[in-house]
């Protein structure tokens, strides 16, 4: 080999190496970060018209005909663990035995086919794939505190994952969308911006943080001195501003709670709560684009939470269906924010029990749900290709429901007048208190729903108000911000509503001074939305109290900052987590547990037109009392309360003239008739079933009630058994506990 030749093959030898490296780098490439939308033109200019301009707060489309155009009654939908169960000979048996729905996972074009040709209605779940909305827990290495803030596998703030999704999105609807048996799509099952709502890694993704710095430059008014002086730091751009985990944050616990600054982490959590809500909407967006004529959303929703995304405020404008755990009071805030109930709202199913099966079905139709769908193992329903006996008379009660639904279909849920305050920012620092037991164990904390003090006093206020004979609605903070309390209501509870922005205390001082009533159970307003502490709490001058120099050891047993101990007890719950914490704390009349030391419970202020009261206690032991005679007496100081300025107007007794207890009576209006439901309501878990069912009177047997209304009643009818009572008030019908009893009557 001469030299010329020698040097053409090494030439040859290192082009073919180049290449390679090139060709090796451009498969194993990170995506590169996309063009992002242009900064917006305007910014707000405070936090109320941040609300009202943000693209979070932006719904989708919510129009009543699209809404029930295709989901217009109720429907019972099994989602079986192996997919290869459904057939056409499945189908045919259930039928028979009254299930009126099936599912579908993305892709299987067969089962469709099973569903159209026996015209079986069916929805669609995981559309947008499995994987990026959903992550498995698995796959999603969490990391270990101080070990640096580690990349999600799937960023939603990734063009590459939105894209991914589109592209599944597209495949799957174009695939089912001509069947006239499909009724919606879910994007997917159980999606979050974390795992679940459990803490987890950080997403820091270059995309992410892009949009990350957009957001706060728009949250703060397009200038970098209002977050400087928020976050009590000295930043030059919004570009050099890292993530702040609660690691950070450790030494806040030190201080009295007035110099609490939890602002930089609490801001990312409102972004990741935004990011996740804007996610969805462009997706389902995107699939109404493909397909206009069917609602979507998601299944498996979580209870509001600091971590995953699950600001409800947020997500009810995005999502046009829902199906959700019955955790955190999740049902109800959905209700809530669900006027006429017209997005699609449903519960899981568990349960192959027939008794608590049946109350689970009447009882959510009487919340104004619109089916169920079934976690269905198929051991657990079929016997040698046969379905085992309890689903007959699951099924028996659910076509029952699907010939009843049509009554209170778009019909308007009925309240007496009671708003509870939903406050995303204060459950993010309710959490940071709550965690205060971990250190920097935190990121190991288990699922929120059983330990969050958060959702135990949301869980206390919803029960005692229920058990009193009461309904209400979670009112947002969006709405109080912007537009201030509205005026159909009579009473404000303020629980754990520790972080409120200057216009909600503004509006709520308003409400007061105009003739409501205000309770607040404790710490209310003592730090702002950021959760950055007041140096006196937003309500103290109207209360005549000072929450300024509050420290730990001001607090419930002087230990912890809150009246549950999630460390010792993490595999326990709220309503059994604060064993060693309670009897430690003081009381008030010996039976109500004190939150602060230092400020005097149940302080009452006359305000304008109004009156404004501070329990300074915990509700949250009720959970444990209720169904006891302690639990009645624990209610009388709320009915003493309250009582004076709304009263039930439905009574229910039983053989014995009292009130059956964990009885609740629901109403809704149509057409100008009133439909009033009465069934039993035991304390739900996960699951959505109470556990024993016979020790809350969750039984078969039949009783005698009598119903009382306290209204001008005109044609009073029994909707279940067609019997018309006429022109009374008063009538005493048979009911079977684990069912309901449904009567309607025009407005005399």
Not at 610 to 627: D, F, V
Request: hydrophobic share 35%; net charge negative.
């Amino acid at each position: 080999m001469n030299g010329k030749t020698r040097i053409l093959a090494v030439v040859l030898v290192i082009i073919v190496l180049i290449s390679a490296f090139l060709l090796i780098k451009w498969m194993t490439r990170e995506e590169e970060v996309s063009e992002l939308e242009e900064e917006p033109k305007v910014f707000p200019v405070s936090y109320p018209d941040y609300i009202r301009k943000a693209e979070e707060f932006k719904e989708t489309n919510h129009n009543l005909t699209f809404l029930t155009a295709r989901w217009n009654q109720w429907y019972f939908l099994p989602w079986f663990s192996s997919g290869r169960v459904w057939s056409e000979e499945t189908i045919k048996k259930l039928r028979e035995a009254g299930i009126n729905g099936g599912s579908t996972a993305a892709g299987y074009q067969s089962w469709v086919r099973y569903f159209d040709k026996l015209d079986f209605p069916f929805y669609m779940d995981q559309t947008a794939g499995r994987g990026p909305l959903h992550k498995d827990w698995g796959e999603y290495n969490r990391g270990s505190p101080g070990g640096g803030l580690l990349q999600s596998p799937f960023p939603l703030g990734s063009k590459k994952t939105i894209d991914t999704c589109k592209k599944k999105i597209k495949y799957n609807i174009d695939m089912a969308k001509n069947s006239p048996n499909l009724i919606c799509y879910s994007l997917d099952d159980e999606p979050s911006a974390t795992v679940f709502t459990r803490p987890a890694k950080w997403d820091t993704h270059p995309d992410t943080m892009k949009k990350y710095h957009r957001w706060l430059k728009f949250y703060y008014f397009g200038s970098i001195d209002n977050l400087n002086r928020e976050w009590e730091t000295n930043y030059e751009k919004f570009e050099d501003i890292p993530i702040v985990t609660p690691d950070d944050l450790q030494d806040e616990y030190g201080k009295p709670l007035s110099k609490w600054n939890l602002s930089p982490w609490q801001d990312y959590l409102t972004f990741t709560d935004s990011l996740f809500a804007n996610v969805l909407g462009e997706l389902i967006e995107y699939a109404n684009e493909l397909d206009p004529t069917r609602c979507v959303g998601i299944s498996g929703g979580q209870a509001p939470s600091t971590w995953g995304g699950y600001d409800y405020v947020k997500l009810m404008k995005k999502l046009q269906y829902i199906e959700a755990y019955n955790i955190g009071c999740s049902m109800e805030v959905i209700r809530s924010f669900n006027p006429y109930q017209a997005i699609p709202q449903v519960q899981t199913y568990f349960t192959t029990n027939t008794t608590i099966g049946k109350w689970f079905l009447y009882h959510n139709f009487a919340h104004g749900n619109r089916g169920v769908i079934a976690w269905a193992p198929v051991k657990d329903w079929f016997t040698d290709g046969n379905l085992k006996p309890w689903v007959k008379v699951i099924g028996k009660a659910n076509m029952e429901l699907v010939n009843q639904s049509k009554k209170i279909l778009l019909a308007k849920w009925i309240h007496d007048g009671i708003a509870i305050y939903y406050s995303q920012p204060s459950i993010q620092t309710s959490w940071f208190m709550d965690v205060y037991v971990h250190g920097k164990t935190w990121i190991n904390r288990p699922a929120d729903y059983r330990l969050s003090s958060a959702d135990g006093c949301r869980w206390a206020w919803t029960t005692l108000l229920e058990d009193m004979g009461l309904q209400y609605n979670f009112l947002g903070y969006d709405v109080v911000a912007t537009e201030g309390v509205p005026k159909e209501y009579k009473i404000l509870i303020l629980t754990k509503a520790h972080s409120l922005s200057d216009a909600e205390i503004e509006n709520i001082k308003k409400f007061v001074e105009r003739g409501g009533i205000l309770i607040a159970d404790y710490l209310p307003a003592v730090f702002d939305e950021h959760g950055k502490g007041r140096e006196k709490g937003g309500f103290d001058d109207l209360f005549g109290v000072s929450h300024a120099n509050v420290t730990r050891e001001d607090l419930f047993d002087g230990t912890i900052f809150s009246e549950v101990d999630a460390e010792k007890f993490w595999d326990e719950s709220f309503i059994t987590a604060g064993k060693e914490i309670r009897p430690r704390c003081k009381r008030y009349l010996g039976t109500y547990i004190i939150a602060v030391r230092s400020i005097e419970p149940l302080k009452r202020v006359k305000y304008g037109e109004g009156e404004a009261i501070l329990l300074n206690l915990s509700p949250m032991e009720y959970l444990g009392l209720r169904g006891t005679p302690e639990g009645d007496r624990y209610k009388r100081l709320f009915e003493d309360l309250i009582y004076p300025v709304v009263k039930p107007w439905v009574h229910v007794t039983g053989p014995d003239g009292k009130r059956p207890p964990v009885t609740e009576v629901t109403y809704f209006e149509k057409n100008d008739r009133v439909y009033l439901i009465v069934t039993k309501n035991p304390l739900r878990g996960l699951a959505g079933v109470p556990k024993p069912a016979s020790a809350e009177g969750l039984t078969d047997e039949p009783i005698k009630v009598t119903i009382s209304i306290d209204r001008p009643v005109k044609d009073l009818v029994n909707e279940r058994t067609g019997e018309r009572y006429g022109d009374v008030s008063t009538v005493t019908v048979e009911w079977v506990p684990s069912e309901m009893i449904f009567l309607s009557f025009s407005i005399s």
